[in-house]
């Protein structure tokens, strides 16, 4: 008997042809999964769809579209058995880059193909669910900044011409941040709460490497004094995130725990998975192993060698001499 799931699409995520991806889509899955599809409209969001998926009993919930879809569908299926497939066609495609998930339609098929799953926490933000990141001042504006009409001029690159701009409009706010077991008092222009978070998405990486099944979250504070210390700090975050170290400057603190209570003053715009949210005050816990997800059977290894293609090579084994 085939398997059976609920196909959860936005016809206007990304830059791409949605009438074509869905018929990628159906042409993949469908000799396997017998699915159920339902689009989403400007009235009726994913996680609506997906909250009635859950009702009628579904074995799995695939949700297709951007970052924003993604999430919105995830928060009906957090605590229940029900496996979570993602296809990502957004212009960001952080989910799928932070959890190791093809960001192509015919890999992330393969990936809902093969049947693996995993959990991976999330969290809760003031009753919202999070599956990647909750960011407080700079990287709210910027994403507020890169709106639609950007996203479909510029893809990618409208985050960074906002992130730009922003800069120019960078201030300081005071935070308080309280955990299980403390109370930290600092001023920042940015702080970003992390549950599994891409290596673009540099304001997040105070720790370099999130590990998004520990049970915990992290936190990145960066408090830098003007633009031209924003752009070190950035730049330190971008390069200690791609080396794997944790961040060395005075202007930038991270720490981690299972949930925070964090308040500005002033109150600060609040972004949660990429779509904006509200304002502090926010209260994020996390709900560990909360997401049942279908992973890829395999993590990618990156390659240690590659020597194909090289002029002129050669190689030869040399015989190993016994000690
Ligand atoms: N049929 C539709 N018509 C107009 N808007 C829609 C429709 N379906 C969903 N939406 C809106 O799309 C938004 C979600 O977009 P989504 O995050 O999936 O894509 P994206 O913006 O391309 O991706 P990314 O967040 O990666 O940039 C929601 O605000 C939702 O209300």
Redesign the pocket.
Known sequence: MNRSACLIF?????QGDPDIELAEIRAILEPDIDLDIY????EI?ADQLAYAAVERGVDAIIAS?????LSAAAAAVVGTDISFGIISR????AFATALGIPDTIAGACETILQGGTRHVDVAYCNDRPMVLLAGIGFEAETVELAD?DA?NRFGMMAYVFAGIQQLRNLHKFDVEIETEDRIIKTSACAVTVANAAPPTSVLAQGPAGLVYDDGLLDLTIVAPANKAGAIAATFHLFQTASTGNAVERDDIGFLRAKQFKITTEPAQKVVLD?EIVGTTPVEIKCIPGGLKIFMPLVEEVEPTEKLEGLPNLTIEMKDTVEE
């Open positions: 936005n016809p206007v995520a990304g689009l989403t409209t400007q969001d579209g951007g970052d924003g879809t957004g212009t960001a495609n639609r996203k990429g």
